[in-house]
């Protein structure tokens, strides 16, 4: 008998389009042979299955289970590909350690935390050979946070929505003139809103994820963009970005980046396969964290999909190693 699995799409939030685009490519990957998939489509409105001749079937949220042709299905794990709210930020993963269903991606508790980045950079900084750069975390959009930035930071900033995802609402500033607009614009996404100094240096990306109770770091990314950072168009739209996989890195910063990841993701707790964002500073190599994803796109092009051919796996071996890691594989 086939291992029945749900792959959870859509979302509460602006991301859910990219959830929508990463499952699409989940499900023909999902290996046939092993797994029964049902694509479940969470909305605010509403938690539906579409069967093969586009019946609506709705999910009984009691203990997320489906009625089809009146015979109850229920599933042995959920393969989480929800970014932003409630995929991502821990509300899915409570509700489903509720009814004891397990899933791929980090608990509830390391979810919440992971989505709020001024939170996650407190718990990583003390890592031993992690930068983190200065930074305010503000609550509530006021006109006094501008002198405030002002006074305590260094233009050129970064400012983003504290727990947004897909670069959405984040702006880079230059200097004071911009800054009311960039808040303004942050927080019409969240009512927290991080600002940091900009960190002179290139960009990459690494995923990891556990196997065997052993962190596998995977080759990380860099990311040339053409734009003046990564952001929801450098991202999603081919040709804004060149993404070089594995990365330019000596043998000693590879090296150091192995040790740091693998720290980060055993310091936060993780589980599945996460990615983090980092910078490796111009002139000095010093690694700065940037932030870390819990639920990373899976599209074909997306960085951890490069990374894992970059290895010589297969994306459906990769998405096999994930969903036996459920129940301790």
């Known amino acids: 008998m086939k291992t029945k699995i749900a792959l959870v799409t859509g979302g509460f939030t602006g991301e859910s389009v990219v959830s929508l ?30 069967t093969p001749n586009g019946d609506r079937i709705s999910v009984d949220r009691n203990d997320f289970s489906l009625t089809i ?19 991502e930020d821990g509300k899915l993963a409570g509700y489903l350690d509720m ?12 979810s919440a935390i992971t989505m709020n980045k ?21 609550f509530g959009d006021r006109p ?23 670069s959405i609402g984040m702006s880079k ?28 240096g290139r960009e990459f990306s690494v995923g990891m994820y556990r196997v065997a109770g052993e962190v596998v770091v995977l080759p990380a990314t860099e990311i040339i963009s053409s734009k003046e950072f990564f952001d929801f168009e450098a991202k999603y739209t081919p040709g804004v970005s060149e993404e070089i996989t594995p990365g330019r890195m000596n043998a000693e910063e590879v090296d150091r980046v192995g040790r740091i990841a693998k720290a980060v993701y055993e310091r936060l707790n993780c589980r599945g396969a996460v990615r983090m964002d980092y910078f490796l500073e111009k002139d000095t190599g010093r690694f700065f964290f940037i932030e870390l994803n819990t639920v990373p796109g899976q599209t074909e092009t997306s960085l951890i999909s490069q990374q894992v051919r970059a290895v010589g796996k297969t994306i459906r071996e990769f998405y096999t190693e994930l969903i036996e890691s459920m129940w301790g594989g």
């Open 21 to 50: 685009k990463s499952a699409a490519v989940v499900e023909t990957q999902l290996d046939e042979r092993i797994y029964e998939v049902y694509k479940i489509f969470i909305y605010p409105e509403d938690w539906y299955y579409l």
């Open 69 to 87: 042709d009146g015979e109850k299905v229920t599933f042995d794990g959920v393969f989480n590909i929800i970014h932003g709210s409630p995929g």
């Open 99 to 110: 009814l004891d269903i397990p899933y791929t991606t980090c608990d509830p508790a390391t």
């Open 118 to 138: 001024g939170y996650t950079k407190a718990i990583v900084e003390s890592i031993e050979e992690l930068h983190v750069a200065r930074s305010l975390q503000l």
């Open 144 to 166: 006094e946070h501008v002198a405030r930035v002002a006074g305590e930071l260094a233009f050129p900033v970064f400012v983003k929505p504290n727990n947004g995802g897909s």
């Open 173 to 200: 500033v230059a200097d004071v003139a911009g800054l009311g607009e960039a808040l303004e614009k942050a927080f019409r996404e969240d009512a927290q809103v991080l600002v940091e100094e900009f960190i002179t």
